[in-house]
């Protein structure tokens, strides 16, 4: 935005004929741009001036500026708004400003990259794929979970196990089986047992370990083995070593067959997937003929070049057409098929669809792989603009979802009076969830007069509209997935970047409010 449109965007603001784009896109300037922000204050001085002068010149006089008198509780509401976002760049810090203040943060040593069957134990919970492993002990109670330290060792772990990640280079193993693959840069990789401590020189080997008895397998290179109450003795590939609690000990053969390989667990993972989206195919065809669906927009689009997504719902009467993609990527879905999602993150990705009709309650859910949300809002489902009954749905950058409908017209709002209520969950979004697969969801209820956000199946948070602000009857129109589409009348190329950063593989709309119960049998049919 260049000065001299910033500008008239401010006095179209004062004068009280600011579009509803406009006023939002002026919003956003304000909110990142210093100089903007002096320049308001600026104007706003000025237009106040010019009045004052005005009112001591007789009314036969004075010359004609203001068609009606200027608002300017909206525009003192605006004011402390940008006086709260000034305070953040001019006020000097009465203390240093640690890392976590000026980025973000996550905490861990290592990430759980696949898993197969795996259940586990205590305040791991139901880790997903690409979680970060928890501080502390962790119990995987059986299956199979392949984990990457930041180092770059890959450690394959069969349940039952009990192990903690103490650094990139360094993990506590008190029972169950580990086979480490240690690369170059990570020579030196320690792991403890209750009988001694095994220290990599590379490449690969296996451990098994319990309260009786530890065995170490060197199924390639070479390792230290450091027994609690005797001298270190150096081990080759093709040698193993067990090692009982009194102290005995015998030397054995390595057996790579007994311990599962990034390759195996691969295999294994690949098929438990096929498996959980063919189970997710067969409960979604009872959802396409269910006949609250508006729309079920699939993101495994066809390699043809039409670049559409064709809408599934095969029952409703105001059924949307296919959405058309713009500059959106074709990526891996949930279940790890090839070309099965799309990634939003390229600036001014979106799926473009059109919903006809007039509706009540709604409820909208998708499948997303967030990179990071560091826009000011990142989109899921944006009417065009925001029209009065139009709905928004959207992620803010402190990381809470964000649902509204549009009640009152700008002009409303112009007079002091929000035009919306905008109904916010609890924050649920933080680094270390970047890069899983997450289930969102919003249930609009006019008959309760609620929005009700759903995080992977369970409630967020849900709150009450207030009457005054409860449309009954909501209007979509056109709308886009995954960014906001600004009217076509902008004046300009330059366009707010709302864009979700991150991949979507699955989006639906329901023209009714949904129960908590079907939500969480969705999530539990739908997860990877």
């Known amino acids: 935005m260049n000065p001299a449109e910033r500008n008239e965007l401010i006095d179209d603001l004062i004068e009280e004929r600011i579009s509803e784009a406009d006023f939002l896109r002026l919003e956003a300037e304000l909110s990142v741009d210093p100089e903007a922000r002096t320049a308001y204050y600026e104007r706003v001085q000025l237009s106040m001036a010019l009045v004052e002068q005005a009112k001591q010149i007789p009314e036969k006089k004075a010359p004609v500026r203001w068609k009606t008198t200027p608002s300017w509780l909206a525009m003192a509401a605006l004011w402390v708004a940008f006086v709260g976002v000034a305070a953040l760049f001019l006020v000097r810090p009465e203390r240093p400003v640690s890392v976590a203040e000026v980025e973000p943060t996550a905490n861990g040593y290592a990430a759980l990259v696949s898993q197969v069957d795996a259940v586990w134990a205590g305040k791991a919970g139901a880790m997903a794929d690409g979680a970060l492993l928890p501080a502390g002990l962790v119990k995987l109670e059986s299956g199979l979970a392949q984990v990457e330290l930041f180092s770059g060792v890959r450690l394959v772990v069969e349940g039952t196990a009990e192990f903690e990640v103490l650094s990139p280079m360094e993990m506590r193993l008190t029972q ?16 403890h047992t209750p009988e001694g401590d095994v220290v990599d020189l590379g490449t690969e080997f296996a451990v098994n370990a319990s309260a009786q008895s530890s065995e170490l397998h060197v199924l390639q290179g070479e390792v230290e083995w450091h027994p609690r109450a005797a001298k270190m003795q ?28 990034l390759s195996e667990i691969k295999m294994r993972h690949e098929e438990a997937q096929k498996h959980r989206r063919a189970d997710w195919l067969r409960y979604s065809e009872k959802l396409l003929k269910d006949p609250r669906l508006l729309a079920s927009y699939r993101m495994d689009v066809s390699d043809s070049g ?120 609890p924050p649920f979004w933080n680094t270390s969830l970047s890069g899983q697969w997450l289930m969102l969801a919003v249930v609009y209820d006019v008959k309760a007069g609620t929005v009700t956000h759903f995080l992977n199946g369970e409630i967020l948070g849900s709150e009450t509209v207030p009457d005054d602000f409860l449309v009954e009857d909501v209007r979509i129109g056109n709308a886009s997935i995954g960014n906001w589409s600004e009217p076509a009348y902008r004046k300009d190329a330059e366009f707010a970047v709302r864009n979700l950063n991150g991949s979507m593989d699955e989006f639906l709309l329901f023209d009714a409010a949904l129960p908590a119960t079907e939500i969480s049998a969705i999530y539990e049919h739908g997860r990877p």
């Not at 040698?239 to 311990?259: C, I, M, N, V």
């Open 176 to 191: 169950g089986r580990v086979r480490a693959h240690v690369p170059e840069t990570a020579h030196g990789f320690r792991i």
């Open 234 to 261: 150096s081990m080759v590939g093709g040698e193993a070593l067990r090692w009982q609690a009194g102290g005995d000990h015998a030397a054995l053969p390595a057996d790579q067959s007994r311990f599962v390989g």
């Open 306 to 425: 039409e670049r559409l997504v064709r809408n599934l719902a095969s029952t409703s009467a105001a059924r949307p057409g296919a959405g058309a993609i713009v500059a959106a990527r074709r990526a891996e879905d949930r279940w790890g098929t090839t070309d099965g999602a799309l990634d939003f993150s390229p600036a001014g990705s979106r799926v473009r669809v059109s919903v006809p009709g007039e509706h009540g309650s709604l409820t909208m859910l998708c499948w997303v792989k967030i990179n990071s949300v560091d826009r000011l809002y990142n989109s899921l489902f944006l009417t065009d603009g925001h029209e009065v009954g139009a709905p928004h749905w959207q992620i803010t950058r402190d990381g809470r979802l964000f649902f509204s409908v549009k009640k009152l017209a700008l002009s409303e709002k112009a007079k002091g009076r929000p035009d919306k209520h905008n109904a916010f969950s």
